[in-house]
């Protein structure tokens, strides 16, 4: 009864094989837009976004035959909620060895809630440079909870969600997992 319970309290939203088709029609969809790649950049936003962000360049890579380069962008001391939290938050690295002046970047996150991580993003990122373009790719986009006027330019799946749940991605390189999955759960906070 208590299994029957805990499997009630969440709901597979993507899996094996939808995960991968889902990673693969979002890079067919950069390649249409982007070609050859020659002036764009991919920028994952931490800690989660690097996941997303390392399959999609290798899964580009492996399409275009060409280097496409990656930085991982942290935004925490950039997010207008970075002093109202009770204890300290514990900053990730950036490490985004290239200029963006000029580029079109294209920023990764696994999951699009209410915008404020991408609008800490946007001004995160100028210290490396200013942009021609910027684009927002995310795997998950929760439906009605935006607070800023921000949607991405490439959705993998939207979702219908209640301030009671919460999307999980689970990447094999992140957890002791077999197989990548993307969980509605209920929120424990």
Not at 23 to 31: E, K, M, V, Y
Not at 35 to 49: A, C, I, K, M, W
Not at 57 to 85: A, M
């Amino acid at each position: 009864m208590l299994y029957l319970f805990l499997e009630m309290q969440k709901r597979l939203l993507l899996g094996h094989p939808q995960l991968g088709i889902t990673l693969g029609r979002l890079c067919q969809q950069l390649i249409e837009n982007h070609n050859s790649f020659e002036n764009t950049v991919l920028l994952g936003l931490q800690p989660r976004g690097t996941f997303l962000a390392k399959r999609i360049q290798l899964k580009l890579e492996q399409l275009t035959g060409k280097q496409i380069q990656l930085g991982l962008l942290d935004t925490t001391f950039f997010r207008d909620d970075f002093r109202r939290r009770d204890s300290p938050v514990k900053a990730n690295e950036t490490k985004i060895d290239f200029l963006i002046e000029g580029k079109q970047v294209i920023l990764i996150d696994d999951v699009f809630y209410t915008g404020r991580s991408v609008r800490a993003a946007l001004d995160a990122m100028t210290a490396f440079g200013r942009p021609d373009k910027v684009e927002l790719l995310s795997l998950v986009v929760r439906k009605y909870a935006k607070h800023v006027p921000i949607y991405p330019d490439y959705v993998g799946k939207e979702v219908n969600t209640l301030d009671t749940q919460k999307v999980l991605v689970q990447w094999t390189e992140q957890e002791a997992i077999e197989e990548d999955n993307v969980w509605l759960i209920k929120n424990e906070d």
